[in-house]
Every structure is written in C-alpha cells, then in structure tokens.
C-alpha cells in the first residue's frame, strides 16, 4: 500500500501551525506568524508559500487536510465573518485552500468545535464543555460523543455569550457586553495596560512576569477576564450539565492559577442546591485546536463519516 500524510491545520489570528502525520516516519509540526495588518492577498500568499514547503518536505503525499478556523464559514467554506482579520470576510476559504494543497480532501470547521472533541478524546469523557482562551475566546460542546449542536447548525459560539448587560466592554465582533470583549487574551491585555497606567503597551510576558509577582494591576486585569468566563462556566452548565469543564489556549496556559480564579469566581456563582462546576486543564494544552484538526484529517483519509470516528492523533496526550 502507498504511504501518505495527513494534514492537521490550525488558522489563529496571530499564527498558522501545522502538523503532518505520515505512515512510518515522526508527526513534523511547524508554524509561522501572521504579518501585521489585513491584507488579504499578502496572508494568502504567506500562507500559500508556507504550505508548498510543508508539501515539499513531506515524506509522502499528502491525501487528507483538517483545518480548524475561528472565522464563521457558511457551508460551502466562504468567510462570513471574521472580526481579527475582517479583509477575508467573503474569501472562498476552501476552494483557497484546496488549490494550495491539490489532490488532498480539505474540510474546515470551527476551532472551538474541533478542540472540544480533542479535549473529549484525550479525557475519554463524552459530555465536555471547552473554552480556549487565545487572542479570542473560543469554545465547543461535545455531548455523547458528538459536536453540539452539530455541523449543520453551526457551530457552538461560548465566547459570544453576553455576560454583562450594561455593554461596558466592546467585543471585537462589534456587539457589547460578549465574554471575549473581558477574557480574551487581547482585552486582558488591554485592561492591564490601561490600569497599570503608562503609554507602552503591557505585552503578554510582561503580563505573566507581574502576574506571577501579585502586581495589582495585573491580578485585576486578569481577575475580571476570570469572572466573566466564570459566568459563561455557570450559564453553559445550566444548559449542558456536562461531566466537565476544560479550559485551555494558549494565553491561559501560561498564566500559573488561571483556572483556580476562574474555579474560585465559579463556587461563588454556585446555585444553592447544586454543586460547583467541575473545571480542568486542557490535556493538550495550546494544541487543541490542532489536535482536533487531526482528528478531522485522519477522518477525512479513512473515507465517510464524523472526527469522532477517527483515531486520536499521533504523538499527542491521551
């Protein structure tokens, strides 16, 4: 039999990483950063020029490609929205990448989705509800095993639920009052910069750095981003009552104690007769989303049927 690759792809807005599986040799990852600003062409040509070197170096070809997207897609894999990169709003997103990767099955779906199943798998727990925190809020739900509320209905926007009436925050979809205008990893960010009160913008190290030392503007620019995911936590578990709850991504990873502020504000939510949330680390970590990308590839290459069928990806925690 030919050996071939499997492709694992996922699209952030502030970087692109990869990974390819192929039979017989060692999972290869890689990644490369967006430029600033929203040129649409110039990222596809970036993007263009990064895959033809992965599909170069590849041992063998690549047959099956899972791409994991913060963007809204409509079904035929067309940006609808995008907030972070606005200029791909209207881009055929899978007729863009089904050039750049020829004779492989591409399939977009939507990160949050792909990285609660990950999640699920590597938890071997069916009723998962993930929120990842990055320089967005994504998120998803997996109950008995499958994506809900499922492909054809779109996929499971938590970042988006209103935690806050009174609109003090602007979410950068452009609607007030979202969980990711208070705990994405961009509005923490800019909270910190604005309560420690100087010109420079506070960076992400720089973040964990007075973090870590208990400097107050940085615990309460982190502390309010962990109240408001408290609150999507209470709200989604009125709903779901899911086994647990992961967090994960890549800025709340490294932020030691991230997740037993939120855990504290979520007890404090706790309704009188009913226990606490359950809340845990991603397993994978930052690669969550990629994680699900593979699972979606490797469905892809075993022929028809869901990312849950498909076997967990290689070299990644179970």
Not at 35 to 47: I, K, P, Q, T, Y
Not at 133 to 159: F, K, N, Q
Not at 282 to 293: D, I, Q
Request: proline share 7%.
């Amino acid at each position: 039999m030919m050996s071939s690759s499997c492709l694992g792809m996922d699209v952030g807005g502030t970087k692109v990483a990869i990974r390819l599986e192929s039979d017989g040799a060692q999972p290869y990852e890689t990644a490369f950063r967006w430029r600033d600003g929203d040129d649409v062409r110039a990222d596809l040509r970036a993007l263009a020029a990064f895959l033809d070197g992965v599909r170069r170096n590849a041992p063998a070809p690549i047959v099956a490609a899972g791409v994991a997207v913060p963007a809204t897609l409509d079904r035929s894999g067309r940006v609808t929205a995008w907030p972070n990169r606005p200029g791909w709003t209207g881009l055929d997103l899978h007729a863009e990448l089904s050039r750049m990767l020829p004779g492989a099955a591409v399939e977009c779906a939507d990160d949050g989705d792909l990285a609660a199943l990950a999640e699920a798998r590597a938890a071997g727990c069916e009723d998962v509800v993930y929120l990842g925190i990055g320089t967005g809020v994504g998120g998803g739900v997996v109950l008995g095993g499958e994506p809900a509320p499922g492909p054809r209905r779109g996929s499971c926007e938590l970042g988006h639920l209103i935690v806050d009436r009174s609109g003090a925050a602007r979410c950068d979809c452009g609607r007030q009052g979202c969980v990711q205008a208070f705990a994405s990893g961009r509005a923490i960010l800019r909270r910190a910069t604005r309560l420690r009160g100087e010109e420079d913008p506070v960076g992400y190290g720089e973040l964990v750095e007075a973090w870590r030392d208990r400097r107050s503007w940085a615990v309460l620019a982190v502390d309010e981003g962990c109240a408001a995911l408290a609150a999507a936590v209470t709200g989604a578990n009125e709903l779901f009552r899911p086994s647990v709850f992961i967090i994960g991504g890549g800025f709340a990873e490294g932020l030691p104690g991230f997740i037993q502020a939120v855990e504290c504000h979520t007890r404090r939510l706790a309704r009188a007769g009913h226990p606490a949330p359950r809340i845990r680390p991603a397993r994978l970590g930052a690669l969550s989303s990629l994680g699900g990308a593979m699972l979606l590839a490797h469905s892809l290459a075993a022929g028809p049927g869901s990312p849950a069928s498909a076997p967990a990806p290689a070299g990644l925690p179970h």
